[in-house]
C-alpha cells in the first residue's frame, strides 16, 4: 500500500499569513494527488484535484504543488474561514489512501 | 445540481451485516467516467477508503477489510450500495459515499454504531 505522510498533525497560524501543508507518498503517484478540507460536523471538500488544479467554486488563494513525492497545499492568505482539518488523497493504486490529516488553527 | 446522501441502520450489533444506500442525483453511474466510493471516519478520527463502483461495474475494494465488503449499484434508481459482514466495533464510524474520480462531491455522512 501507498503511506501518505502529513508530518504535521497541527498547525496555528495569523490571518493573512502563507501557509503550508505537505504530504509525503511512500511512492511515485504522478499527480494522483487530491485535497480536501474538513470542518467540524462537515463531509469533506475537495480543494485541490490532479495535485495542482484548484476545483470548482475554491478561493484562488489556495493552490497545490508537487515536488517528486511530496505534494504541498498553499493557502496564500489565512482567512477565518480557512481553519479546519485538511486531508490529502492518493488514487495511484488501489487501496486509495488518505494522509493523516493536518488541523488547522488560528493563532 | 449533483447530491448525494447516505442512509442506514444506525445502529446495529456485532457479526450482523451493515448494509448502506447512496442515492445520488445530478449524474448517471450509466455515464462513461462516473463512480461513487466510499469512506468513513471513526469520530475523531481520519478518513478510510473502503470501495469503489464504476460506470463499466468495474470494483475496487480495500484489502484490510479482506472479503468483508461488497459494493453494486442500480443505474435506474441512482442509486449505489455497501455491504459490510461480520461487524464489529471497529465498525462504528460516519460512512459517507462521494462522487468519482476525485471525490467532488460528497454526502452529508451516516452515523453508524456497533454495539451489543
Known amino acids: 500500500d501507498i503511506q501518505m505522510t502529513q508530518s504535521l498533525a497541527s498547525l496555528s497560524a495569523s490571518l493573512e499569513e502563507i501557509v503550508t501543508i505537505t504530504c509525503q507518498a511512500s511512492?511515485?503517484?504522478?499527480?494522483?494527488l487530491a485535497w480536501y478540507q474538513q470542518k467540524p460536523g462537515k463531509s469533506p471538500q475537495l480543494l485541490i484535484h490532479?495535485?495542482?488544479s484548484l476545483a470548482d467554486g475554491i478561493p484562488s488563494r489556495f493552490s497545490g504543488s508537487r515536488s517528486g513525492t511530496q505534494y504541498s497545499l498553499k493557502i496564500s492568505r489565512l482567512q477565518v474561514e480557512d481553519t479546519g482539518i485538511y486531508y490529502c488523497?492518493?488514487?495511484?493504486?488501489?487501496?486509495?489512501?488518505f494522509g493523516g490529516g493536518t488541523k488547522l488553527e488560528l493563532k | 445540481q449533483v447530491t448525494l446522501k447516505e442512509s442506514g441502520p444506525g445502529i446495529l450489533q456485532p457479526s450482523q451485516t451493515l448494509s448502506l444506500t447512496c442515492t445520488f442525483s445530478?449524474?448517471?453511474?450509466?455515464?462513461?467516467?462516473?463512480?461513487v466510493g466510499w469512506i468513513r471516519q471513526p469520530s475523531g478520527k481520519g478518513l478510510e477508503w473502503l470501495a469503489n463502483?464504476?460506470?463499466?461495474?468495474?470494483?475496487y475494494y480495500n484489502p484490510s477489510l479482506k472479503n468483508r465488503l461488497t459494493i453494486s449499484k442500480d443505474t435506474s434508481n441512482n442509486q449505489a450500495f455497501l455491504k459490510i459482514t461480520n461487524v464489529d466495533t471497529a465498525d462504528t464510524a460516519t460512512y459517507y459515499c462521494?462522487?468519482?474520480?476525485?471525490?467532488?462531491?460528497w454526502g452529508q455522512g451516516v452515523m453508524v454504531t456497533v454495539s451489543s
Open positions: 462521494a462522487r468519482m474520480g476525485d471525490f467532488d462531491y
Open positions: 445530478g449524474f448517471s453511474l450509466s455515464t462513461y467516467g462516473m463512480g
Open positions: 463502483i464504476w460506470w463499466d461495474d468495474d470494483k
Open positions: 511512492q511515485d503517484i504522478g499527480n494522483w
Open positions: 490532479s495535485a495542482t
Open positions: 488523497l492518493q488514487r495511484y493504486s488501489n487501496p486509495w489512501t
